[in-house]
């Protein structure tokens, strides 16, 4: 059983910064791509960053040049780092990956979830 459990949401002021983990465990041969979305209310699920296991990596053009996506693959974690957040980034952010968990076989797994809200 694969499970990927996000940490690092919370509240935070205009302008601040944030820091998403995001670990996977359980049985993993390998991962490809890992990456994070969001859920704002009342709208649809978002991509907001990407990175391949190459180190490759996509951005949603509301978050270029303020949030970073990176990974540490002899973790099986990713991370993103959020900076200048702005209230319309208030969401809660998902984690997925593409993990072969048996061999040959690849399944995108995603976390529960965890809540960033950016306010005065």
């Known amino acids: 059983q694969v499970q990927l459990v996000e940490s690092g949401g919370g509240l935070v002021q205009p302008g601040g910064s944030l820091r998403l983990s995001c670990a996977a465990s359980?049985?993993?041969?390998?991962?490809?791509?890992m990456g994070w979305y969001r859920q704002a209310p009342g709208k649809e699920r978002e991509l907001v960053a990407t990175?391949?296991?190459?180190?490759?990596?996509n951005y949603a053009d509301s978050v270029k040049g303020r949030f970073t996506i990176s990974r540490d693959n002899a973790k099986n974690t990713v991370y993103l780092q959020m900076n200048s957040l702005k209230p319309e980034d208030t969401a809660v952010y998902y984690c997925?990956?593409?993990?072969?968990?048996?061999?040959?076989?690849?399944?995108?797994?995603w976390g529960k979830g965890t809540l960033v809200t950016v306010s005065s």
């Open positions: 990175i391949t296991s190459g180190g490759n990596t």
């Open positions: 997925n990956a593409e993990i072969e968990s048996r061999r040959w076989t690849f399944m995108a797994y």
């Open positions: 359980g049985s993993i041969f390998s991962i490809n791509a």
